[in-house]
């Protein structure tokens, strides 16, 4: 028999509230292993003592057989000598000094946990909190570290001798399971109408009997408040449009299951696992024809926005209703949605009827993620609950601590430590008060967490932005300015895992260029460090600033003019705004409040209005994506653009435009005209990708940008570049959109020159 050994073992990674501690004693014991293991504020500490061959097959089933949550990144050994220490045990966790454990994502319902749910003869029977180590609430409960039920909002419900015993029964799997709770001890659900009172008996009956009345009801889930109405019930969607002043921006749909979303969408075999996994997004999917859905759910959108339960409540009011069930953030259009019940109670009665809620503390704001499905892969839309706030593996060492603060629309924050990235769930639109207070309130949570103090802090150059006066406001710091589009094109290198040089396509709305102008149609030569701009749409007037964002016929007038002149043909666009078109088209002429910008988007906006899809938005990228939505799939031809090898893209814009007036001249459809025009583009941005290519000899071409969201354009992209024999780089970690600036700006401040 060989002579024992003993070693010191330290485990990185997603190794806390995911049951690592009772999988590491369950493989010791088998294993006949002794020693310990516990949690600190790095992650998890083990002794373990035994002869060689154990020991060497322990270690490999830490990787091999982790539980399904886990992730571990790193192992790391040290030899001791032995102490003949017989048996493994659990130990109480440390704090020490130095924090790097990581927290898990919250996480759908297991398999075991709803089998308990539906069981009438199981304690947890109905209980609409039932969880294990395998799933349940982690990230918007904690509130510090190691994970431990004191440093979470679950500290506030003592455990009953039940739950005690199963929290302590190393054969259990709710063994230090730190949200375990049941109906004797843990939280609960109450109902209430507008006015506060809870009303006494069923709370969830009593909820499912006044959405089938047609009430708007808000209801408290994992990052906040959601408002609910049956989606099959037109009157009740419209009230819910008009309580919540959205007007026409799309609302996700909660199914009961997977069986229910196909009856409303196409699921492809790719999208099932995004749809039924652990962190349940709502998943973008093409809507079935003849779907039983009210129409002013998405109103004028092939798509729908759908998702499955994933907390037990979820479960229980979708089955109990048997209906789709319009869930949408709890607020008014623009606000943070609301997490907190006073702030619930006092923001949403003009909205809400009724309030299905519970009294478990959400210490975190978190929306839903969502996700569209691109050729097998996801794409990230909004990254946020159930993937957030597990890190961003990148390939080199941050060598200083930093904080990137990202964009002002779909603000995320990143923080940059070690080899790991942690971009922030979803802040909003950095517009008002409240947001900002919960933008700074996430970074302070996440630096807690993390134990991140930023030297180094990289921000947008538009010097407008909330996040970029944030960052001008820190002391003691190093300030890194980082250009939007350079940002983009960085955040889908490292997406990819890829350091650059790559030619870099960033199609976005607007960012702050380096000339003055607006960006927005930008072709690079970038890695990390720097960029070059090779080419890019020829700028355009924004007549009226902001105005022409919200009224996309203004950027028509502008592309118009400067197309045809004073020879501009009769169009529909024009007689629809005869009165202010003159005007509209001498303020961008003379420049005043006229800014220039090379934007993909706004062209997007011009040809949309030109086509009689949208005059007017009531949200960001409406018009965009009603000429995306517009497209006739049949139609494979597209308008020809020349390349010119010196100035790339740059007459691009102005041909398209040409085209398409054209061929509505001509009467031609408007669903084929707008496939043109998409195919169009793509050749455009394919031909002069491959210019680039053969001249530099760079053969990767990163696609960026809220403009690549659009999965017509981005496939024709695809495609064409995978002809010309280059390689495509498109996001599926991070949103191609401002959601994902914020990577991008901590890869650059990494790779920039220290001051």
Not at 549 to 576: H, K, T
Request: glycine residues 10%.
């Amino acid at each position: 028999m060989t002579a024992p050994v003993r070693l010191r073992v330290r485990v990185d990674g997603i190794v806390q509230g995911v049951g690592f501690r009772p999988f590491v004693y369950t493989v010791a014991t088998e294993r006949g292993i002794s020693g310990f293991v516990g949690n600190d504020a790095a992650g998890v500490f083990l002794e373990i003592e035994g002869g060689t061959e154990a020991l060497a097959g322990f270690l490999a089933d830490l990787r091999g057989r982790a539980p399904v949550l886990a992730q571990v990144d790193r192992i790391d050994t040290e030899r001791l000598a032995p102490t003949g220490e017989a048996g493994f045990r659990i130990v109480a966790s440390t704090h020490g000094t130095g924090r790097a454990a990581l927290i898990s994502p919250d996480t759908t319902t297991c398999a075991e946990c709803l089998a308990e749910l539906r069981n009438p003869w199981d304690r947890r029977f109905g209980y609409p909190f039932v969880n294990c180590v395998n799933c349940g609430p982690r990230f918007t409960i904690v509130t510090d570290v190691p994970y431990d039920r004191a440093a979470t909002t679950m500290a506030a419900f003592e455990m009953c001798l039940d739950c005690a015993a199963e929290y302590a029964d190393p054969t259990d799997r709710r063994f230090h399971a730190e949200p375990v709770c049941c109906p004797s001890c843990g939280p609960t659900v109450s109902y209430a109408e507008r006015d506060g009172r809870p009303e006494p008996g069923d709370p969830i009956g009593r909820a499912v009997r006044r959405l089938r009345e047609g009430a708007v009801l808000a209801v408290k889930g994992l990052g906040g408040y959601h408002l609910a109405v049956v989606a099959d019930c037109e009157p009740a969607v419209a009230t819910l449009r008009r309580r919540k002043q959205r007007e026409e921006k799309p609302f996700a749909v909660l199914v009961a299951d997977l069986a229910a979303a196909r009856g409303l969408v196409e699921v492809p075999a790719a999208a099932v696992p995004v749809l039924a996994g652990t962190a349940r997004p709502v998943v973008l999917l093409p809507r079935r024809t003849g779907a039983l859905i009210a129409e002013s759910v998405a109103p004028g959108n092939r798509d729908l926005g759908v998702m499955l339960p994933y907390t037990p409540l979820h479960h229980l009011l979708a089955a109990r209703l048997g209906r789709p069930l319009v869930l949408t953030s709890g607020n008014v259009s623009d606000e943070p949605i609301a997490f907190d019940d006073a702030d619930a109670t006092a923001r949403l009665p003009g909205i809400a009827d009724g309030f299905l809620r519970h009294d478990r503390r959400i210490h975190v704001r978190t929306d839903d993620s969502v996700v569209r499905v691109f050729r097998g892969r996801p794409m990230p839309i909004r990254r946020s609950r159930g993937y957030v706030p597990a890190p961003v593996s990148v390939g080199w060492e941050f060598d200083r601590p930093v904080l990137a603060c990202g964009a002002e629309l779909k603000n995320t924050f990143c923080l940059g430590k070690g080899r790991r990235a942690f971009v922030s769930h979803h802040i909003g639109d950095l517009e008002n008060v409240e947001t900002f207070q919960a933008y700074r309130d996430g970074i302070e949570h996440f630096c807690r967490l993390f134990d991140v103090r930023p030297r180094v802090v990289a921000y947008d150059l538009h010097p407008d932005y909330l996040s970029t006066r944030y960052a001008l406001d820190r002391g003691d710091v190093e300030l890194v300015g980082v250009q939007h589009h350079h940002a983009h094109v960085a955040s889908c290198l490292v997406d990819n895992g890829h350091t650059g040089p790559a030619i870099g396509v960033a199609f976005d709305g607007t960012g702050f260029g380096t000339d003055g102008t607006l960006w927005g149609g930008e072709l690079f030569v970038a890695d990390l460090a720097g960029y070059e701009r090779i080419g890019h749409l020829a700028p355009v007037p924004l007549p009226g600033g902001s105005a022409a964002i919200r009224q996309p016929w203004r950027m028509a007038a502008a592309y118009l003019d400067i197309v045809y002149g004073g020879d501009l043909p009769d169009l529909a666009v024009r007689r629809r705004h005869e009165r202010d078109w003159d005007s509209v088209v001498a303020l961008g002429r003379r420049g005043v409040n006229a800014p220039r910008t090379s934007s993909a988007g706004r062209l997007f906006d011009a040809v949309s209005a030109i086509l009689g899809l949208r005059d007017t938005v009531t949200y960001e990228g409406q018009a965009a994506i009603a000429l995306e939505q517009a497209v006739d799939p049949t139609e494979q031809g597209g308008y020809p653009v020349p390349q010119d090898p010196g100035e790339p893209l740059r007459s691009t814009g102005f041909d398209l435009v040409r085209s398409v007036v054209e061929d509505v001249r001509a009467g031609v459809d408007t669903g084929r005209v707008a496939a043109r025009f998409h195919h169009g583009l793509a050749d455009a941005v394919v031909g002069a990708a491959a210019g680039v290519s053969e001249r530099t000899g760079l053969t990767d071409v990163a696609l960026s940008g809220g403009v690549f969201q659009n999965v017509v354009l981005l496939d024709a992209v695809v495609t064409g570049l995978e002809r010309e024999g280059l390689r495509p780089l498109v996001h599926s970690r991070v949103p191609p959109n401002d959601g994902g600036i914020s990577l991008g700006q901590a890869a650059v401040a990494a790779h920039a020159e220290p001051v």
